[in-house]
C-alpha cells in the first residue's frame, strides 16, 4: 500500500508542476466544445438542465413521488443528479482524452499526463453554473445557503479525484481498444440507476443498502444532498469517508500502473 501511495504521489508531482498549463488548456477545451456553434456555451447548459427537467416531471408526476424526509421532491432529486451529470460528463471526455489530442500524445515536450484533468476540469466549468442554479431553487423554497455549502468543495474534489482515477485506467486502454466506449456507456447506465439518484434507498429491503453504500458514487451523491439540504457534516459519516478513500487509493494506484505501462505506446498507435 505504501509502494501505491509513493507511485501515486510521484504521478500527481508532474502534474502539479504544469498546473498553469492544466488551468489554461481546459479553459481552451471548454471553449473549443462550442467553436462554430451559433447558441455556443448555451448547449452545454441547456441538454442537462432539460434532463434535469424531464427525469423530475417523470417522477414527480408520472410516478407521483411525493416528498423524501419532508423536502419537495424536486429539491431532493436535483441536489443529488448535478453531482451525477459533472461526472459522467467528465469520465465520458476524459475517457477519449488521448484520441481527441493525439497530435499532443506525439509530441515529446507536452506532459500527457494533464490531459484526463484537463477534460474533468473543463467539465467542471458548466457544473459551477449548476451549483448555483440548484441553490437559488432551493432559496425559492426557503432552504438557504448555510456553511455547509462550503463541504461542495471538498465533494467536489471526491469527485475529481474519483473521475480521475476511473479515467486514467480507461484513457489508456481505449488507445488499443476503441470499444473501450461502450463499455463506458454502458458503465455509466448502471452507474445512474444503481446510484440512489432518482430513487430512494428505502425502496430497498435494508439488508441490500450496505451493498449500494459501496458504490463511491453514493458517497458523493448523498454527500451533496447533505451539503444542499440536510447540513450533515462529512465527518459524521467517518466509516464511509474512509471506506471512499480506500477504494480512491486502490483506483489510482490501478490507473497509475496501467498508465504508465501503456502511454509509451500510444504515439505509435495514434
Known sequence: MINIVIKIIN?????????????????????????????????????????????WAVFQFGFKSGKVEDVPFVLWFMSGIIPWFFISDAYSSASNCFIEYGYLVKKVVFNIDILPLVKIFSSLYIHGFFVILVSAVLACFGYYPSLFYLQLIYYMICAIVLVYAMSLITSSIMVFFRDMGQV???????????????????????SWHFFLKLNPLFYIVQGYRESFIYGVPFWKHWLLTIYFWFIIIILLGIGVYVYKRLYKSFADVL
Request: proline content about 4%.
Open 11 to 55: 504521478h500527481f508531482k508532474g502534474i502539479f508542476l504544469d498546473h498553469k498549463l492544466l488551468i489554461e488548456f481546459s479553459k481552451k477545451d471548454f471553449a473549443r466544445k462550442f467553436a462554430g456553434s451559433y447558441f455556443g456555451k448555451t448547449w452545454a447548459l441547456l441538454q442537462p438542465f432539460l434532463t434535469m427537467l424531464i427525469y
Open 184 to 206: 463506458i456507456s454502458i458503465t455509466l447506465l448502471i452507474g445512474m440507476w444503481g446510484t440512489p439518484i432518482a430513487w430512494q434507498l428505502n425502496v430497498l429491503p435494508k
